[in-house]
């Protein structure tokens, strides 16, 4: 066994434009398939965690086999009853610790590993203490502050049909939609908004919104938000609450930033430490497989082509896109998740990953924190992360709600020695091997097999023209290679004789009849 946590971001007041959410180099090995996906090399010494003011507060200890049930912590029969109808009927420790407080008003500090059930506990108190009222025009009552748009949209769809059922509203704010139907619906009042920080100043400058009457505010993954560099911009945000109002801080780890946050906007809170900063590690089984460089790819490749859910994360968004190409080419189901796609295509591929139509997900480290899918057993570090904190935060996509899984950096000789620093600094003990494609300690851990070599097709996404006009479709043949769209001077034109209306010959069109004389 060999022994393998990011320090604080170093974040001072500055403007709330100034955003940050770039992208690490890309490293792999030398050797890759067509439209290789990474250069370079990540041999650079791993940035190390250092320990913040809330890493040795006293952990709430529950007892898993005799929580209260959800009418005993004080919820309203309505919300339980439409608990039940989704087949949610015993609260997860963190709910049982927190919705107590959240619901005598008390500001709150929660810190629970991935996966443990935060959404609900900080939704249903808000939803509780927020009923028998309605938002006035442009005025919420509620605020939910969340770091991506794949995370605020999945909050919403967990907590809609629970506000349904006190005749409160919710309304998603976040960029890559539609804005101005975001601004129509503000504008006519929403009790709850559940937001990323950039996109709500944006309606707040347009005068969309007004935070002044929000009662409780609730800031979910607040280390995220902290190294997107979105904190000065969150600052301005709580800024425009009312100082009295109650205020919900949940997160996987509580440091740097985070901590001078919780100083400065959070009341007296009852803290709820349901994990140490390190704990979700211990639910997983972590691997280092050393391969040659130019067998990377061959094995990377098998073990995407394993039976169940299996991540992969790469460092730049060509990467990502690369590898998913690449896996569909080899005939593994693949798609890819990054900033740089479109809202319908990130949808698309999360939405095909749910429902198993695919089953390799290729994700950057920007995109880590939205997947919120169950039943994930593999993340694959395909490239070493830039730092401890994001390799806890990928792995945090399996062995979610107390669930087992397994996690494996594939490493080549020239990462080795980063990748061992970068898993120290994390409290990480991992396994190390060295492999090969094929290897049956490999295939019996990681159940990982033979692609069927057939390609797969994968439609891209319609996009529209640049005139606005009809979205011009492409597609790609059975190697993967997309064809270029039709020009847009062609839509509406017979699909025999591109160029000039149905129905007229070659010789009756007015450049015919020209040439002719």
């Given at each position: 066994m060999t022994s393998y946590a990011q320090r604080p971001s170093a974040g001072s007041r500055s403007s709330r434009n100034d955003l940050h959410s770039g992208a690490s180099r890309y490293s792999n090995s030398s050797s890759r398939p067509r439209g290789g996906y990474s250069r370079g090399n990540s041999s650079r010494p791993a940035k190390s965690a250092e320990r913040g003011p809330f890493d040795d507060i006293p952990l709430t200890v529950l007892d898993a086999d005799n929580l209260p049930s959800f009418a005993e912590l004080g919820l309203p029969r309505s919300l339980t009853q439409a608990l039940g109808r989704a087949g949610i009927e015993t609260p997860f420790p963190v709910q049982a610790a927190t919705i107590p407080d959240a619901l005598a008003g008390r500001d709150v500090l929660g810190r629970a590993a991935t996966g443990a059930g935060k959404t609900l506990a900080f939704g249903l108190p808000?939803?509780?203490?927020?009923?028998?009222?309605?938002?006035?025009?442009?005025?919420?009552?509620?605020?939910?502050?969340?770091?991506?748009?794949?995370?605020?949209?999945?909050?919403?769809?967990?907590?809609?049909?629970?506000?349904?059922?006190?005749?409160?509203?919710?309304?998603?704010?976040?960029?890559?939609?539609?804005?101005?139907?975001?601004?129509?619906?503000?504008?006519?009042?929403?009790?709850?908004?559940?937001?990323?920080?950039?996109?709500?100043?944006?309606?707040?400058?347009?005068?969309?919104?007004?935070?002044?009457?929000?009662?409780?505010?609730?800031?979910?993954?607040?280390?995220?938000?902290?190294?997107?560099?979105?904190?000065?911009?969150?600052?301005?945000?709580?800024?425009?609450?009312?100082?009295?109002?109650?205020r919900l801080l949940f997160s996987a780890t509580l440091d740097g930033d985070v901590a001078s946050l919780v100083t400065q906007y959070l009341s007296d809170p009852a803290i709820k430490?349901?994990?140490?900063?390190?704990?979700?590690?211990?639910?997983?089984?972590?691997?280092?497989?050393?391969?040659?460089?130019?067998?990377?790819?061959?094995?990377?490749?098998?073990?995407?082509?394993?039976?169940?859910?299996?991540?992969?994360?790469?460092?730049?968004?060509?990467?990502?896109?690369?590898?998913?190409?690449?896996?569909?080419?080899?005939?593994?189901?693949?798609?890819?998740?990054?900033?740089?796609?479109?809202q319908a295509q990130r949808t698309k591929a999360l939405n095909g990953f749910k429902n198993g139509t695919v089953s390799a997900l290729v994700a950057t480290d920007v995109a880590a924190r939205g997947i919120h899918v169950d039943d994930v057993s593999l993340v694959l570090h395909v490239d070493p992360p830039a730092d401890s904190k994001d390799y806890l935060h990928r792995s945090g996509r399996t062995a979610r709600a107390g669930m087992a899984g397994l996690v494996v950096s594939i490493v080549t000789p020239n990462e080795d020695r980063a990748v061992r620093s970068l898993?120290?600094?994390?409290?990480?003990?991992?396994?190390?091997?060295?492999?090969?494609?094929?290897?049956?300690?490999?295939v019996a851990l990681t159940g990982a097999r033979e692609p069927s070599g057939i390609a797969l097709v994968e439609p891209t996404v319609p996009t529209r023209n640049r005139d606005g006009g009809r979205p011009e479709r492409s597609w790609r043949d059975r190697t993967g290679a997309e064809r270029q769209p039709r020009p847009s001077s062609w839509h509406g034109r017979s699909r025999t004789e591109a160029g000039r209306p149905a129905g007229r010959s070659a010789s009756s069109t007015p450049a015919a009849r020209r040439s002719h004389g």
């Open positions: 808000m939803i509780a203490r927020l009923e028998g009222d309605k938002a006035r025009p442009r005025r919420p009552r509620g605020l939910i502050l969340v770091p991506t748009r794949e995370l605020a949209m999945q909050v919403v769809d967990s907590l809609a049909p629970l506000a349904q059922a006190r005749d409160l509203s919710l309304r998603l704010v976040a960029g890559g939609l539609p804005i101005h139907k975001q601004m129509q619906g503000l504008i006519r009042g929403t009790d709850i908004v559940v937001a990323t920080p950039g996109r709500l100043v944006d309606l707040i400058e347009r005068r969309a919104c007004d935070l002044s009457d929000v009662q409780v505010t609730v800031l979910d993954e607040a280390d995220h938000m902290a190294d997107l560099g979105f904190l000065p911009v969150v600052r301005s945000l709580l800024d425009m609450t009312p100082a009295g109002g109650q430490a349901l994990a140490s900063p390190r704990a979700a590690v211990d639910t997983m089984d972590h691997h280092v497989f050393r391969v040659p460089a130019g067998l990377k790819w061959q094995l990377i490749t098998q073990i995407a082509a394993r039976e169940g859910r299996t991540i992969l994360f790469v460092r730049t968004k060509f990467g990502a896109e690369r590898l998913a190409d690449n896996l569909n080419r080899a005939g593994v189901a693949a798609s890819a998740l990054h900033g740089g796609r479109t898993l120290s600094g994390a409290g990480v003990h991992a396994e190390q091997r060295d492999t090969i494609p094929g290897d049956p300690a490999m």
